[in-house]
């Protein structure tokens, strides 16, 4: 599979089509659309972008209220 110069052989290839795969899957399976490739990747991408942001997002709630409790806990 090459795509802009990208090149993914053996498995790497074999993961990422089955990725591409299930998106194209869950896709049609929630709004009968059907994507190519190029579309599959896309929403893939974004989807592993938004995981990413809610990541974060929970470790700086985690932070936060660590810090809270370390000072309720220091007071006392």
């Not at 053996?10 to 194209?24: F, H, T």
């Amino acid at each position: 599979m090459i795509e802009n110069g990208l090149i993914l052989t053996g498995s790497d290839a074999e993961l990422l089509s089955r990725a591409l795969s299930e998106v194209k899957t869950k896709v049609f399976e929630k709004s009968e659309t059907s994507l190519d490739d190029s579309q599959a990747l896309e929403a893939l991408i974004s989807s592993l972008r938004t995981a990413e942001m809610e990541e974060r997002e929970i470790e700086q709630r985690h932070t936060y209220a660590r810090r809270i409790a370390n000072a309720l806990f220091a007071s006392t």
